[in-house]
């Protein structure tokens, strides 16, 4: 069971939210990529749940850069009617922002109208002039905080912001109603029902499922217009850092390891490689990892190809899976490696295997996720799913075959995947 599964929406929602729980401080999180998200709180809740919101916005916020070039906040409460205390562009700085989160405080009331909140979330919070970035194709995030049943339709409201493209989340008390947030949410498991809004919203791993689903929208410049999806038959050309840690070990064997590699050259083979689109690096290990080539090393699809190619089996019976994966986050995913996660390219690790690892590996599968890197894992023989299940975001990004020689077949499911929004 993992420690923090709060992490895992955040990671998996594609856009790399990371969520820091009241109980975990992450040392050192380097959150990618700009993020347009709006709060709308329930301003009749507890003055207590109150305070606890202001306290979670302040956490979640603490990891991220926040300004027009990042992650931008807004925040609006509602009761009978809407009431908006800051727009997305208000605070330009992570202190101006955590600074006014103390003037937001409940007011008595006992009518909440969810549907009139909706819409004005879409029609005079998420505008251009207000600090939206939507026409830009910046993700836009709301999340829904509520202790009560609306008093007036939502049905209409909710559907207007998904028809925007807008990602909708809804978190509610026991006294709200479930079913009415479902008809809010992206999915049916993005509603987070928790006994008291003073506790944390839930435990969302089932959450993450549907947005499996996901494939990401491309916005138009004006809300009120209609946004595109892309579909895998589109090929987006997107930006990807994908590093491809590869078992080594006598659990593969010389006899499979050409299956292990034609893999590798089959998904690389459907990427657009290039400086400004996907980047490859490769690591082997068994005992120890050994760097193939870093994420900057290769600028094209063919030198890659023509260097897995000539790869050879390192050998030995000892696997430290563990080792490996942390030696990836801090040797692969940097910026001196070739890295662009500080300039919101997504971050992918691909781990092929095929025995179970000798050392720890769940507590680096969070330091993964806490960094924003995406975890696929693709195994045969002797690998344990449960333990890779621990390392990969969801169970739809843990793949195994019972034989090596089936894994390429594997290139044409996977490959979307590594580049859809949602990890996504």
């Given amino acids: ?65 926040v300004g027009p070039s990042a992650v931008q906040v807004g925040v609006v409460l509602f009761g009978s009617s809407p009431s908006l205390q800051m727009d997305l562009n208000t605070h330009g ?23 009139a909140a909706l819409d004005f979330v879409r029609s005079d919070v998420l505008r251009p002039e207000k600090g939206s970035r939507l026409g830009q194709g910046v993700p836009q995030l709301v999340l829904l905080v509520t202790s009560k049943k609306s008093s007036d339709a939502v049905e209409q409201a909710a559907g207007a912001l998904k028809q925007m493209g807008v990602l909708t989340l809804a978190a509610g008390s026991r006294t709200a109603d479930e079913q009415e947030l479902k008809q809010i949410a992206l999915a049916d498991q993005l509603v987070f029902m928790t006994g008291d809004l003073d506790a944390p919203f839930g435990n969302p791993r089932e959450i993450v ?91 094209n699809k063919q030198d890659i190809v023509n260097r897995t190619s000539a790869l050879s089996l390192t050998g030995g019976s000892v696997l430290n899976t563990g080792a490996a994966l942390n030696y990836a986050l801090i040797h692969m995913f940097q910026q001196s490696s070739g890295s662009r996660r500080r300039q919101g390219v997504h971050q992918v690790l691909v781990l092929i295997t095929g025995g ?57 499911l996977i490959t979307p995947l590594l580049l859809t929004e949602a990890g996504a």
């Fill in 1 to 65: 069971m993992k420690k923090h599964p709060l992490l895992r929406l955040w990671a998996f929602m594609g856009v790399l939210l990371v969520e820091i729980s009241p109980t975990l401080y992450a040392q050192e999180v380097v959150a990618g990529g700009n993020r347009d998200l709006v709060f709308l709180v329930d301003g009749t809740m507890e003055p207590a749940s109150m305070v606890a919101l202001r306290d979670f916005i302040k956490r979640f916020v603490e990891p991220w850069v």
């Fill in 93 to 115: 700085t992570k202190e101006s922002l955590v600074a006014a989160l103390g003037g937001i405080k409940a007011t008595p009331g006992q009518t909440v109208n969810i549907g």
């Fill in 209 to 299: 499922d549907a947005l499996s689903t996901l494939t990401g929208v491309t916005a138009t410049d004006a809300p009120s217009e209609s946004v595109e999806t892309i579909g895998p038959t589109r090929k987006p050309k997107v930006a990807r850092d994908i590093v491809f840690l590869l078992d080594g070990s006598d659990h593969v064997g010389r006899s499979n390891f050409p299956s292990v590699r034609d893999f590798i050259i089959d998904v690389v083979n459907r990427l657009d490689v290039r400086p400004e689109g996907i980047q490859i690096g490769l690591v082997q290990f068994a005992e120890h990892p050994k760097v193939e080539f870093y994420l900057k090393s290769y600028d």
């Fill in 356 to 412: 179970p690892a000798n050392d720890q590996v769940d507590s680096v599968a969070d330091e993964l996720v806490l960094h924003g890197v995406l975890a696929v894992t693709v195994s045969s023989g002797q690998a344990d799913e449960n333990q890779l299940r621990s390392i990969a975001l969801i169970p739809q990004l843990v793949f195994h075959k019972t034989n090596f020689s089936d894994l390429p077949a594997l290139a044409e």
